[in-house]
Nanobody, 131 residues
Framework: EVQLQASGGGLVEPGGSLRLSCVVS????????LGWFRQAPGKKRQGVLS??????YYIDSVLNRFTISSDNAKNTVYLQMNSLKPEDTAVYYC??????????????????????????WGQGTQVTVSS
């Protein structure tokens, strides 16, 4: 059984930093696409960034502020968030899915921000940016 356990959320002032962690069990993360989504109150779930096959994808609003990384030895994915803004307030979800080049992935156009590209989701961790 694949499980994703996210942690590290909390309350932070504008301009501050947080690092989210996502411990994955049941698969080897090095073989998969890794990413983070978020959902703010009253809004649709949004892809924030994703990494697969040597490429990293971001939404414009987090470029140069957020970074995704991973530790294969710990099977853990991280989201480093710097210069946080009130509009970053949301529940953040770690996600794991098939790489675009995976042989068992359907031959459709890869869309990293489409939630349907990801088979596994963490439970979410709340990030609140407020003074």
């Amino acid at each position: 059984e694949v499980q994703l356990q996210a942690s590290g959320g909390g309350l932070v002032e504008p301009g501050g930093s947080l690092r989210l962690s996502c411990v994955v069990s049941g698969l080897t993360i090095d073989d998969y696409a890794l990413g983070w989504f978020r959902q703010a109150p009253g809004k649709k779930r949004q892809g924030v960034l994703s990494r697969s096959d040597g490429s990293t994808y971001y939404i414009d609003s987090v470029l140069n502020r957020f970074t995704i990384s991973s530790d294969n030895a710990k099977n853990t994915v991280y989201l480093q968030m710097n210069s946080l803004k009130p509009e970053d307030t949301a529940v953040y979800y770690c996600v794991v899915g098939k790489r675009p080049s995976a042989p068992d992935r359907p031959r459709t156009l890869y869309s990293w921000s489409n939630p349907l590209e990801y088979d596994y989701w963490g439970q979410g961790t709340q990030v609140t940016v407020s003074s």
